[in-house]
């Protein structure tokens, strides 16, 4: 095998000789650049339609999360307007009780 010398400064007129000329670096730009425009992506789709993209309703986040708040909400106004069904109903059934009895008292009172 032959000695070759490359980060070593030998003193020796004969070993001088053995000694590897300092390598030059290759040029990378042209190959960085290829790499790099090869790396690219592609644009799959040519056009985008945005109202694909953008939601139907810009508020559907808030109506999601007011919706288990509503649903509260809903059954407390059903359950309010069943009780002032039942007090007209109640008001009514007293209107009507009295006005029995009085048509009782007039019958009663014109014998």
Partial sequence: REL??????????E????KVPQAKPAPVEETVKDQL???K???IIDEVDLANL???K???DLKRDVAKKLEK???RTQR???????????GQEEELASAVESAKQEGSDSE
């Fill in 41 to 43: 992506p592609e644009p």
């Fill in 54 to 56: 953008a939601p139907r």
């Fill in 58 to 60: 810009p508020d559907w």
């Fill in 37 to 39: 425009e090869a790396a």
């Fill in 15 to 18: 070993l001088k000789k053995r």
């Fill in 4 to 13: 070759k010398l490359r980060n070593y400064e030998p003193e020796d007129e």
């Fill in 80 to 90: 309010a307007i069943a009780e002032l069904i039942r007090e007209r109903l109640k």
């Fill in 73 to 75: 909400l809903e059954k």
